[in-house]
């Protein structure tokens, strides 16, 4: 892969985001909708935290039968993102190399990063997207 990539060349930039006060179910809903693992949970396009399928696979455990799946459709639209995400996520920039990206996922155990300009987000930079940058380089 060519060393001299940035965060912003190979960064997903059409965003979905969630607002800290929307409910699980609604989460839900995008994570199968757009087919993707993570969202930023953001206030006026500033990141306050993020949430992955991971997450709620988590929270939502083990259903057993009818009535354990009425529980977590109640515990769905009650709960909130704010309840479940990951506060104060860590980020990079758009100018960041991917090299410093990719050893910031590594070391902080993470699979998403949410790239911000100034204090806003412009983008989010996850494994998948790394993975197909590789991809790419090895198919040429």
Excluded: W
């Amino acid at each position: 892969m060519a060393k001299n990539l940035t965060v912003q060349d190979i960064m997903s930039s059409r965003l979905i985001t969630l607002h800290p006060k929307d409910n699980i179910a609604r989460a839900k809903q995008i994570f199968k909708e757009y087919n993707i693992h993570h969202i930023p949970i953001c206030v006026m396009n500033k990141v306050r935290g993020i949430i992955s399928l991971g997450d709620i696979l988590y929270l939502e455990g083990m259903v057993l039968d009818n009535f354990d799946q009425f529980l977590q459709d109640k515990k769905s639209q009650t709960t909130t993102v704010e309840d479940v995400m990951t506060r104060n996520p860590y980020h990079t920039t758009l100018d960041a190399q991917l090299t410093s990206a990719i050893s910031t996922m590594l070391d902080k155990r993470v699979n998403a990063l949410p790239v911000i300009s100034g204090e806003e987000i412009v983008g989010l930079i996850t494994t998948h997207d790394i993975l197909r940058a590789f991809n790419k380089e090895l198919t040429k």
